[in-house]
T-cell receptor, first 109, second 115 residues
């Protein structure tokens, strides 16, 4: 079966760095996405990785290793507004998105 | 980035009535639209995938006669919850993707409450 694993909840301090991991087992691979979702709102797109390596976008970076079925989202200089759920999703061979359950990130002052 | 507009954002309806939710892609042609349901503190659950001009493909366990999906044009898909019951209360989200588009763009979501 297809499976996406990510931690349920993480806590970090304002101004610090946090890494949210995601491991996956899917039928084929056409890219991995990270989305941010605030409570009661729809997800918003953060990043897309289809090749191995690190993609950096301001305070957020995303890393992919296809051979290991592994990705992480790195958030630097954390701000209170970064408190949200972070969803990892993999596009499989049928171009369908397989979603992880999301990681709730709690930022403390 | 591309914009997907979902309407209404919130709706309260009486048990037994039907509710229609619209999802529009405003600046690209959405060849494929996805409808999701999300319960509190849970991830998105794909309900169905619709391709323009053809019947939607429903995920296992989703009643196609209860959740009617229409994708008649490249810019509009609708989800109609028929004979709604309180257990249908949830957050419904659409997303759309088109040819050459590498990501799925989400609508704002619809909070449905059935009383």
């Amino acid at each position: 079966g297809q499976n996406i694993d990510q931690p349920t909840e993480m806590t970090a301090t304002e101004g610090a760095i946090v890494q949210i991991n995601c491991t996956y087992q899917t039928s084929g691979f056409n890219g991995l996405f990270w989305y941010q979702q605030h409570a009661g709102e729809a997800p918003t797109f953060l990043s897309y990785n289809v090749l191995d390596g690190l993609e950096e976008k301001g305070r957020f970076s995303s890393f992919l290793s296809r051979s290991k079925g592994y990705s992480y989202l790195l958030l630097k200089e954390l701000q209170m507004k970064d408190s949200a759920s972070y969803l990892c999703a993999v596009m499989d061979s049928n171009y369908q998105l397989i979603w992880g359950a999301g990681t709730k990130l709690i930022i403390k002052p | 980035g591309a914009v997907v507009s979902q309407h209404p954002s919130r709706v309260i309806c009486k048990s037994g009535t039907s509710v229609k939710i619209e999802c529009r892609s405003l600046d690209f042609q959405a060849t494929t639209m996805f409808w999701y349901r999300q319960f509190p503190k849970q991830s998105l659950m794909l309900m169905a995938t619709s391709n323009e001009g053809s019947k939607a493909t429903y995920e296992q366990g989703v009643e196609k006669d209860k959740f009617l999906i229409n994708h008649a044009s490249l810019t509009l898909s609708t989800l109609t919850v028929t004979s709604a019951h309180p257990e249908d209360s949830s957050f419904y989200i659409c997303s759309a993707s088109g040819s050459g588009v590498t990501e799925a763009f989400f609508g704002q979501g619809t909070r449905l409450t059935v009383v």
